[in-house]
C-alpha cells in the first residue's frame, strides 16, 4: 500500500504538564527550547510533574495526525521498545488511523519521552530523553513508498543512525516518484547539524519548513531574508513561521505570504508540528503556495488554542470558514 504522506522521526511519547515559571528556575529548565536529557534526569523530571497528560508524540508524528484528520493517508515509521509505553504508542497511532509499519522491537533502550512543562503563557519547554526511537537506522526503513510526500524530522539527526535513515527513505521515495520535506525541528539543531542540514536541503529535499531562529542559525546570519534566499537558492520550496508575523513562502523567484493575526496563546506545542500539517495538506492536494500557507497557518492557530500538539476541532471546517475549502 502507498500513502498520501510518510513520515519519519523519533517515536516519542509525550508527557505534558502545566508548570510556573518559578517551577522551572528551581528545576534549571531552560523556558521555551527542546533539551536533551539523560535517562536519570527523565524519570526525575517525570516524577515531578502534576496532572500529566500522555499522548503520542514527536514532531513528525503530530504532523501526520494533523494530515490524516484532513482525509489523507498517512504512514509513520519510527522506533519502539516492546515495553507498555511502545505498544501504547504503536496501538494509539494505528487506532488514530496512521499506519505504524515498523512494530515494537526488542531492544535495549527503553521507549523515548518527552517531558514538556508548559508555562501560564503558553510558551513549551521540552525535556526529551532519546531512548529507542533516536536509533532508528537505515534497517528499520520499511518499504511503503510511493508518489506521495516523504517528511523528516530534524530532531533525528542527533544520533548518526537518523541519518542513515533519512538518506534510504528519502532514497526509497524518490525512486517510488514521490517527493521529500523537512522540518528544521529547532534552532540547536541547526547548529548541531549544520553541514548536514544543508547538504540534506540542497541535495535530497523538495521542501524544507523552519522558523526564523532556525532558518538564521542554519546559514549563520542575523538577515533573516538573506537566509531565506539561501535556502531557496538550494531547495524548491522553503517556508519560514515568524512567531505571530506574516509566514513567508519562497520557491525560485516566487515569494508568497501568509497573514497571521494574534490570538490567545493556551498551548504552544505542536504549533509549528501542525503548520506543516496544513502547508504539506494543501501541496498534496495541488494548492498553491499562498493557499497551502494559509492552510499551515489555519492549523497552527487552531492547536495553540488548546493543552496538546494534535487538533481537537474539525480543521476542514475551519478550512471553509475561511474561504480554503
Known amino acids: 500500500m502507498s500513502y498520501d504522506v510518510i513520515g519519519i522521526g523519533n517515536a516519542i511519547v509525550d508527557v505534558i504538564s502545566p508548570a510556573t515559571d518559578t517551577f522551572l528556575d528551581q528545576m534549571g529548565i531552560e523556558k521555551g527550547i527542546m533539551q536533551l536529557v539523560e535517562r536519570e534526569r527523565a524519570e526525575l523530571l517525570y516524577a515531578s510533574m502534576s496532572e500529566r497528560v500522555e499522548a503520542p508524540g514527536g514532531s513528525v508524528a503530530n504532523t501526520l495526525a494533523g494530515i490524516g484528520a484532513l482525509g489523507l493517508s498517512t504512514a509513520f515509521i519510527g522506533k519502539v521498545k516492546d515495553d507498555a509505553l511502545g505498544r501504547f504508542y504503536a496501538n494509539t497511532m494505528e487506532g488514530a488511523g496512521t499506519a505504524f509499519p515498523h512494530p515494537p522491537q526488542h531492544v535495549d533502550l527503553p521507549t523515548s519521552r518527552s517531558m514538556i512543562f508548559v508555562s501560564p503563557d503558553g510558551e513549551r519547554s521540552m525535556n526529551t530523553y532519546l531512548g529507542a526511537g533516536a536509533d532508528l537506522g537505515r534497517a528499520d526503513v520499511p518499504d511503503v513508498f510511493g508518489p506521495g510526500i516523504l517528511f523528516l524530522e530534524g530532531y533525528l539527526f542527533d544520533k548518526d543512525e537518523g541519518k542513515t535513515a533519512f538518506a534510504e527513505a528519502a532514497a526509497k521515495m524518490k525512486d517510488a516518484g514521490g517527493k521529500a520535506a523537512i522540518t528544521i525541528s529547532d534552532p540547536f539543531c541547526a547548529d548541531r547539524h549544520r553541514a548536514d542540514f544543508q547538504r540534506l536541503i540542497a541535495e535530497d529535499m523538495d521542501v524544507a ?90 492549523c497552527a492557530r487552531e492547536v495553540i488554542g488548546h493543552i496538546g500538539p494534535r487538533p481537537a476541532t474539525d480543521i476542514a471546517a475551519l478550512f471553509r470558514e475561511a474561504g480554503l475549502a
Do not use: H
Open 209 to 298: 519548513i523552519g522558523n526564523a531562529a532556525e532558518w538564521t542559525t542554519l546559514y549563520q546570519t542575523d538577515d533573516l531574508d538573506r537566509a531565506i534566499g539561501m535556502a531557496s537558492e538550494a531547495c524548491e520550496i522553503v517556508a519560514c513561521t515568524r512567531s505571530g508575523e506574516d509566514v513567508w513562502i519562497r520557491s525560485g523567484d516566487t515569494r508568497a505570504t501568509a497573514p497571521v493575526t494574534s490570538a490567545t496563546v493556551v498551548d504552544a506545542t505542536g504549533a509549528g508540528d501542525q503548520f506543516a500539517a496544513g502547508f504539506l495538506y494543501g501541496l498534496s492536494t495541488g494548492r498553491d503556495l499562498e493557499t497551502s500557507a494559509r492552510m499551515g497557518v489555519v
